[in-house]
């Protein structure tokens, strides 16, 4: 079930930035034992591929806090940030130990969709909170939540590795202010619409 937990927190933290858990995951099997990466993922511990995902989070680090530019970005990393989820949560050999199951070992792929479908979720709630965050704060508000996001991918990525059984507090952590951000996205959509259908209604 720790196993479970590790793949899942990975994969959270990758829907908020793809490339912190592929670095902690990364660093973590090279210089520590903390991390044993399967052989078929043994390429993620290379110096190499290693820098490589470093420049690519300096650059995100740097886009994601550009209003405008910041929600190109999330149309970009729609992709890239669920692949990364599948990346982490199969690395971390979470799905083959999930519960012992002899049948999630003999289907490694189904590793991949369980990553991939949590990184997405992930993605799309921070995708569809950040414009709210944007238009309320005139973008001011978009490089403090960036930080913030960037922040919480670490935590979460080194409490999915060091302490588990914590994910389960920490995603109801990320979960109440994303739900806030939806919720007020919402009826702020609705109030335009009823805007919208007001003036049209109203003779010319």
């Known amino acids: 079930m720790l196993a479970a937990l590790t793949g899942l ?4 933290a990758a829907g908020l930035n793809a490339y ?3 670095l902690v995951v990364g660093l973590l099997a090279n210089f520590t034992d903390a991390v044993r990466l399967p052989h078929d993922y043994a390429w993620l511990s290379n110096g190499w591929v290693l820098a490589i995902i470093g420049v690519l989070l300096a650059a995100e680090m740097v886009l994601d806090k550009v209003p405008v530019v910041d929600h190109v970005n999330d149309m970009i990393q729609t992709a890239v940030r669920p692949a ?7 690395a971390t050999q979470a799905a083959s130990q999930l519960d012992h199951s002899t049948w ?3 289907n490694p792929w189904v590793s991949w969709v369980l990553g991939v479908g949590v990184a997405l979720a992930v ?3 921070k995708a569809t909170a950040r414009p709210v965050v944007n238009v309320s704060t005139a973008g001011v508000g978009a490089p403090v939540v960036s930080t913030v996001e960037d922040a919480g991918s670490l935590g979460m990525s080194l409490v999915a590795v060091f302490f588990p059984v914590l994910v389960v507090v920490a995603l109801v952590v990320f979960a109440v202010p994303s739900w806030w951000a939806y919720r007020r996205l919402r009826r702020r959509r ?3 619409a009823a805007s919208r259908l007001q003036q049209a209604s109203q003779p010319s």
């Open 123 to 125: 993605h799309v709630m």
């Open 9 to 12: 927190g990975l994969s959270t």
């Open 20 to 22: 912190i858990p592929l």
């Open 84 to 90: 990364a989820g599948g990346v982490v949560f199969s």
């Open 190 to 192: 609705a109030r335009r």
């Open 104 to 106: 999630m070992t003999q």
